[in-house]
C-alpha cells in the first residue's frame, strides 16, 4: 500500500505508530449459486499481492498482523502557547495564547469520524468520541504545536509529537480488489472500500462453450425489440389477440400475436408459434369454440402460462395449407424478425407447434430453423407432404423434439413416423463428441403403448441433453387431444387430454 505524506507526525510515528495502524484482517465464504461451500477457490487481494485458498467449509482469511508497540509512550508536552497531556485516555489541555486546541480522531482506514475545537483548558474524554470499539488514531494541536496519539478503546495509548512526518496510517490502495478464481466457475472480482471485511460470496458456474446450442437453463437472450415499444400497426383487434399483416414476396401474409396481460418491455419472454392444421386457420388458435381440437388458445399453452412469460403468435396458411415451400419458411422467420424487433423476447426460447398439417409444417420448419428455434412440439407428424432446403441449404443441425401420436392414425401413418421421421431427428441428436459434433442416436427405439388404454411417453436416452426428444404413443386415431380413454367412443372424452402439460413441461426445461 502506498504511504501518502503530511506534516502531522514525525520519522518515529512513520516507523512505528504508522505501522501498527496498517493491520487489517480480510475474510469470508466461497460458495456455488445454491450455497455449497467451494474447497479450493483461490482468493487473491491484488494490489498487495497476497492469496490464499478456501478450506473445506469455504472459509478464507488474509490478514496483516499488527507489530508490538515499541514506542515509549509519552504522555505531555509544554510549549510557548500551552500544555497538553493524557491520562487513561482523559486529554487535558491549556493554553497561554487564544489559539484553540483543535481534536481530530480517525478510524484505523484512515477516515475521519471525529473533529471537535476545544477553547480554553479543561479535559475531554477520548472513548466518548467514538462510537465502535476498536483502535484509533488522534491528532492534537495547539498553535503549532501537535500531538499525535494512537488509542483503543479497551484502554490502550501510545503517541508522539513533532511537526514534519507522513500520514496517520497505512491507505487502502486506490483501485484494490480482491479477485475469487475456481475452476468451473466465472472469475469474481469485488472491488474493496477497506481490507478490514468480510465477504460472503457466490460464484457463478461457468456456461459451456458449444460450436452450437445453448445449455439447459441458459440466461435469457434478450431481443432487440427489449426497452422499446412496438411499431407494429395492426390490422385489427380480435378476441385474445391481435392480427397483423406483413408482405412475404408477393404475397400479403396474415398473422396474430397474444402478448400476457403482464407484458414487461424490459423482460425477455419466451414465444410459441402455433401451426394450424388442414381446413382451419390461424385465428381459430387465438380463439375458438372448445372441441377436440381447440379445447383452449394456442393448443392449450395460454391457460398454462400462469406467470405471463410467453408471446404467443398463431400464422395463417394460403387457402388453409402449408404448401408454399419456401415462402412459407419466409413467413415464419420474417414473423420472428418482427417479433425480435418490436418485443421483448427471449431469442434462446423459440417454440413451435402445430397438429397435421401443421405438424408437417413445423416437422419441416424445425430442420431449417435450428438457430432461431429452440425446440418443437408436433400432434401426429407425417414424413409426407413436407418441403425441406435442399443440397446446401440443408442444415445438419439437432433440434429438441416432441410427438403426440395415435398408433391407430389412419391419415399420417404412426408407422411411417416412427420408422422414418423419428430416425431421421435422431441421426442428428445423438450426444456430442470431443470435437462437439453430434453423433447418431438413431438405433435406439422408443417404447410404445400397448393396448387400448393409456399413454406412453419415452424420453430418449442417447440424445444430447440439449437436445431431448420425447416420443408419445397412445391408442388412438387423427387426433391432437390425446386422452387414455383411447379411440372415440364409449367413455372418449377429449376434456381429459394429457398433450398440453406434457407439452408445457418439455417446453419449461429449456
Same mark, same amino acid.
Given at each position: ?8 507526525? +514525525?520519522?518515529?510515528?512513520? !516507523? ?21 461451500? !467451494? ?42 502557547? *500551552? ?19 483543535? #481534536? ?28 465502535? $470499539? ?8 495547539? *498553535? ?47 472491488? #474493496? ?5 468480510? !465477504? ?8 459451456? =462453450? ?21 411499431? #407494429? ?5 380480435? @378476441? ?38 388442414? *381446413? ?15 379445447? +383452449?388458445?394456442?393448443?392449450? =399453452? ?12 398463431? #400464422? ?53 430453423? =435450428?438457430?432461431?428455434? $429452440? ?25 429438441? /423434439? ?21 430416425? %431421421? ?10 470435437? @462437439? ?12 403403448? %400397448?393396448?387400448? +388404454?393409456? &399413454? ?17 404413443? /397412445? ?7 390425446? &386422452? ?12 381429459? +387430454?394429457?398433450?398440453? @402439460? ?9
Amino acid at each position: 500500500m502506498s504511504i501518502k505524506t503530511n506534516n502531522l507526525l +514525525t520519522t518515529a510515528c512513520l !516507523l512505528a505508530v504508522c505501522g501498527m495502524a496498517s493491520a487489517y484482517s480480510l475474510s469470508g465464504t466461497v460458495s456455488d449459486e445454491q450455497g455449497k461451500a !467451494l474447497k479450493g477457490a483461490s482468493v487473491s487481494l491484488l494490489k498487495e499481492g497476497k492469496s490464499t485458498t478456501t478450506d473445506d467449509q469455504g472459509k478464507f482469511t488474509i490478514h496483516e498482523d499488527e507489530p508490538d508497540d515499541t514506542l515509549t509512550a509519552i504522555h505531555s508536552f509544554r510549549n510557548s502557547v *500551552g500544555y497538553i497531556g493524557i491520562n487513561n485516555g482523559i486529554l487535558s489541555y491549556s493554553q497561554s495564547s487564544t489559539s484553540p486546541v483543535q #481534536l481530530k480522531i480517525f478510524n484505523s482506514l484512515g477516515h475521519q469520524v471525529f473533529k471537535k475545537t476545544l477553547q480554553g483548558s479543561g479535559s475531554y474524554d477520548l472513548s466518548k468520541a467514538v462510537k465502535a $470499539r476498536g483502535t484509533y488514531f488522534t491528532q492534537v494541536s495547539v *498553535g503549532s504545536a501537535k500531538q499525535n496519539f494512537k488509542f483503543s478503546t479497551e484502554g490502550n495509548y501510545s503517541g508522539t509529537f513533532g511537526t514534519q512526518t507522513g500520514s496517520l496510517m497505512k491507505e487502502i490502495q486506490q483501485g484494490e480488489a480482491v479477485r475469487f478464481v475456481a475452476e468451473g466457475f466465472d472469475t469474481l472480482t469485488v472491488p #474493496l472500500g477497506t481490507l478490514d471485511t468480510t !465477504l460472503d460470496v457466490k460464484l457463478k458456474a461457468t456456461a459451456p =462453450q458449444f460450436k452450437f446450442g445453448y445449455a439447459i437453463g441458459n440466461d435469457p437472450t434478450p431481443s432487440k425489440g427489449c426497452g422499446t415499444n412496438s411499431t #407494429l400497426k395492426k390490422v385489427k383487434s380480435v @378476441e385474445n389477440g391481435e392480427q397483423f399483416e406483413i408482405r412475404v414476396g408477393s404475397d400479403t401474409r396474415k398473422y396474430f400475436i397474444t402478448l400476457p396481460k403482464n407484458y414487461d418491455n424490459n423482460k425477455p419472454h419466451k414465444v410459441l408459434f402455433a401451426l394450424h392444421c388442414y *381446413g382451419s386457420n390461424g385465428e381459430d388458435f387465438v380463439h375458438h369454440a372448445a372441441d377436440y381440437d381447440h379445447p +383452449t388458445p394456442y393448443y392449450g =399453452q395460454q391457460v398454462l402460462d400462469k406467470n405471463g412469460d410467453y408471446i404467443f403468435v398463431s #400464422l395463417d396458411a394460403i387457402g388453409g395449407l402449408w404448401n408454399k415451400g419456401q415462402g412459407d419458411h419466409d413467413f415464419f422467420a420474417q414473423t420472428l424478425t418482427a417479433l425480435n424487433e418490436n418485443y421483448c423476447i427471449d431469442t434462446s426460447r423459440v417454440f413451435i407447434t402445430g397438429f397435421s398439417y401443421g405438424a408437417m409444417f413445423s416437422y419441416s420448419l424445425m430442420q431449417d430453423m =435450428q438457430s432461431r428455434v $429452440r425446440a418443437a412440439a408436433t400432434y401426429a407428424v407425417a414424413d409426407y407432404n413436407i418441403w425441406l432446403p435442399e443440397g446446401n441449404n440443408m442444415k445438419n443441425l439437432p433440434i429438441a /423434439w416432441m410427438n403426440v401420436h395415435g398408433v391407430n392414425d389412419s391419415r399420417c401413418d404412426y408407422s411411417r413416423a416412427k420408422t422414418s421421421a423419428l430416425p %431421421r431427428i435422431l441421426k442428428r441428436n445423438g450426444k456430442a463428441d470431443a470435437d @462437439e459434433n453430434f453423433t447418431d442416436a438413431s438405433s435406439e427405439k422408443p417404447e410404445e403403448v %400397448r393396448g387400448n +388404454t393409456g &399413454h406412453v411417453c419415452y424420453d430418449f436416452k442417447n440424445v444430447d441433453e440439449r437436445f431431448p426428444v420425447k416420443w408419445c404413443s /397412445w391408442p388412438g386415431d387423427h387426433q391432437w387431444t390425446a &386422452h387414455d380413454t383411447g379411440n372415440m367412443g364409449i367413455g372418449w372424452n377429449w376434456e381429459q +387430454t394429457w398433450v398440453p @402439460e406434457e407439452v408445457h413441461k418439455f417446453f419449461e426445461q429449456f
